[in-house]
Structure formats: structure tokens, C-alpha cells
DNA sequence: AACCGCATCAACCGCTCGTGT
DNA sequence: TACACGAGCGGTTGATGCGGT
């Protein structure tokens, strides 16, 4: 860009590097009560001498309640590849048809694994797949929607190739070709049988009628999205309780292309959505906050967070807390035995591990 | 037990895109 | 229309873990 602006990270005394418990806590607790809106402005709020950018990331690829943890199974590692082969690079995109996946976990898979495990057999094949993962796309283009696609569809570009790439073409060659490639195809609903597009079966089925239609367009954390792929993937079942999809699935039934969390602050996402305040909310907040403690090694059977809430710290406040106002976060580690220095047990590494 | 090399993955960096003014 | 800014994306890096010698 050349503007002349400086990385966010450029500040000095900023922290950097791996997150510890309590900055952890300290995201989450405020992102929990007031969403995130504007990352820039969060840490700040938050008290956390990181990046706007630092804290993004490590809520959506660490911190996110509906997040999975574990290994990918072997339906996700085949619907990993064959949007690999139909989107490229495009981590974000095959992200949103794995619910509980982040695209950085899924370009880690990739280069990790399935690159090594699908590299010899594009060499078997000579190469053909690049040609072919076009073919498939207009294959997608003739495709009938199922109803409970309706008319949701999903632009997708394949002129550019790989990211990053610039041809020396004019813009309006550039804009034609574009449009020459752009191909509306039903949004990757997770009951979109990707064979189909190579094979499909004239009056078959293709999707899966096991399933009832989703509710909503294919997002990284609909619970619509999720409950369809688990059916087309025979994923194991995710460790969210049901009160973490009852408020989900209550708060945010469609328009929002990233479900946000159910208790963050409305205008974050869907100016619709309503602030977590019923009951099942806040049972749903204080289930999903503890399971957190626990992964964080904080919890304990006796201990209930809200005694550590001080007067200071009232549930119900609206506006966000200065940097130097007490928050929850800190009342936490403040309260008790458990002061700002981390003396927790050891989290289990299976579930959140800290770099020292 | 010590060393080495490889694998893994969380986090950073630089860039583009989208939006507001 | 041009510019500024924030958010998001994809590539890369570096710390850590682990298995082999």
C-alpha cells in the first residue's frame, strides 16, 4: 500500500509472542461482555498491552467458545482437500464450511499433512486437477439447488489463481475476465455433496436428505451450518454443551455472515441481534466462562466467579471499562489466593497449552 | 543422558479489501 | 473521486515437542 502507516504492532511496550492465562481471561471476560466491535480499540479497553490485531487472532483461532479442539477426522481432512482443490488457498473460505475450524488451523493441516498426502497423487494424474477444479465449478453452475439452498449463492472468483497474483492486463480486461470466472454456486452449504460436482448423478439425491434444510447461509460458527455438517462429515460430537447452542441458535438465526459469540455486543454483528439477557443466556455465558476456567486450570469445583466479582465490577455496566478501571478480569485475579501471578495448575496440554 | 533433526502450530507480518469521510 | 483507516486474509516464522540415534 505504501501509505505510510504503521503496523499496529509498531508500538513500543506492547506485548508480543505467546498469550498467558490471564491475558487470556482478560480477552475473553471483555469480549464476553461487550463484544468486539472495534479491534483496534479493544485491548486498550481491555487492559492488554497487545495489539487490536494480536487479540483478533487469538480469539478466533484460540479463544472462540465453538471452537473444535483435536484432530481433524478423516471426513474433514477430505473436505479440506477437495475445497483445496476447488478454492485453492482460500483458507478463510474452506474454513466457513468446517464449523469449529479456523483457517489457520486448516493451512497448518494443509502444510503439515495433507499437502505431502496429496502432492503424489496430483503427480499420478499429471497435473490435471488444475484444469479440472474449472470444470467442476461449471459442473456447480448447472447444479439445481436443493429448497433448502433457496436462492443463497456465493461468488466465487477463480480468475486470480493463487492470492497475491498481479497480471500485467488492464483493469478492464482484468474486470472481464473476472467476470467470465465468477460463478454463482450455491453457498457451500455443508450438505453440498462436493462429488456432485465431478459426478453427479442425474436425479439422484445430492443433498442429503438425512438432514433437515439449514436456516441460514454457511458460516464459520452457525449452528445451522454445524449441525448440517455434522451430518454430511459424521463428525464426532462436539464438546458444546446444549445451553451453548440453545443461545446460539436463539440469538442469531440468519443475515450474519459470522455468528458472534451469544453474549457479544449486538451491533458487532447483526444490528438485529439481541444482547444476551435472558436467563438462558447467562446460564449459557457462566457454563461456557467455566469451562474456560477449567481449560485455563482456574476453576474449581467450590470456587463461583461471580465471587470474585467486586463492587467495583458490576455485572450489567454497558459502557466499556478504562484501562486502569478494575474489571472482572482482574477482580478475578485479584480476589482470594489467586492473585495477577499465574499459579494455577498446569492447564491440560490436549485442551490449551501456554508456551513459556 | 545428550544431542540432533524433523514436525507441529501459535503468532506475526505484510498486504489487500471494504467502508467511511 | 481520493484518501484514510480498520478488518481480514494468506504466507511465513520461530518456539516447542518429540522421536531417533
Request: contains cysteine; hydrophobic residues 30%; negative net charge.
Amino acid at each position: 500500500m505504501g501509505k505510510g502507516r504503521a503496523p499496529c504492532c509498531a508500538k513500543v511496550g506492547l506485548n508480543k509472542g505467546s498469550w498467558t492465562p490471564e491475558e487470556d481471561m482478560r480477552l475473553v471476560s471483555y469480549i464476553r461482555k461487550y463484544g468486539h466491535a472495534n479491534w483496534r480499540a479493544l485491548p486498550k479497553q481491555a487492559g492488554l498491552l497487545r495489539c487490536g490485531k494480536s487479540c483478533r487472532l487469538r480469539w478466533i483461532n484460540y479463544l472462540r467458545p465453538d471452537l473444535k479442539r483435536g484432530n481433524f477426522t478423516a471426513d474433514e481432512e477430505a473436505t479440506i482437500i477437495k475445497l483445496h482443490g476447488l478454492l485453492g488457498n482460500k483458507w478463510s473460505k474452506i474454513a466457513s464450511c468446517l464449523p469449529g475450524r479456523t483457517d489457520n488451523e486448516i493451512k497448518n493441516v494443509w502444510n503439515t499433512h495433507l499437502k505431502k498426502r496429496v502432492a503424489p497423487e496430483q503427480k499420478k494424474d499429471g497435473g490435471k486437477s488444475k484444469s479440472k477444479s474449472k470444470k467442476k465449478i461449471i459442473r456447480a453452475d448447472v447444479l439445481v439447488p436443493s429448497p433448502s439452498q433457496s436462492s443463497t449463492t456465493t461468488t466465487i472468483n477463480f480468475s486470480s489463481g493463487d492470492s497475491g497474483e498481479q497480471s500485467n492486463t488492464s483493469k478492464e480486461e482484468r474486470e472481464q475476465e473476472q467476470e467470465q470466472d465468477k460463478i454463482e454456486i450455491p453457498v457451500l452449504d455443508p450438505c453440498f455433496d462436493f462429488d456432485m460436482l465431478v459426478d453427479p448423478v442425474p436425479g439422484s439425491e445430492a443433498y442429503c436428505p438425512a438432514v433437515s434444510a439449514p436456516t441460514s447461509p454457511c458460516s464459520s460458527t452457525s449452528p445451522a451450518c454445524a449441525r448440517g455438517a455434522d451430518a454430511l462429515l459424521d463428525l464426532p460430537d462436539i464438546d458444546i454443551g446444549p445451553e451453548l447452542w440453545t443461545i446460539i441458535d436463539g440469538e442469531y438465526g440468519g443475515g450474519c455472515t459470522e455468528a458472534p459469540p451469544p453474549w457479544s455486543n449486538a451491533a458487532a454483528c447483526e444490528a438485529g441481534a439481541t444482547a444476551a439477557t435472558t436467563t438462558t443466556d447467562e446460564e449459557g455465558k457462566e457454563w461456557w466462562l467455566e469451562n474456560l476456567e477449567k481449560e485455563l486450570g482456574l476453576w474449581t469445583p467450590s470456587e463461583d466467579f461471580h465471587l470474585h466479582v467486586g463492587p467495583q465490577c458490576q455485572p450489567g455496566r454497558v459502557d466499556p471499562p478504562s484501562a486502569d478501571m478494575e474489571d472482572p478480569v482482574t477482580c478475578y485475579f485479584q480476589a482470594g489466593s489467586t492473585d495477577a501471578t499465574w499459579q494455577g495448575p498446569e492447564p491440560p496440554s490436549e485442551v490449551i497449552s501456554y508456551r513459556k
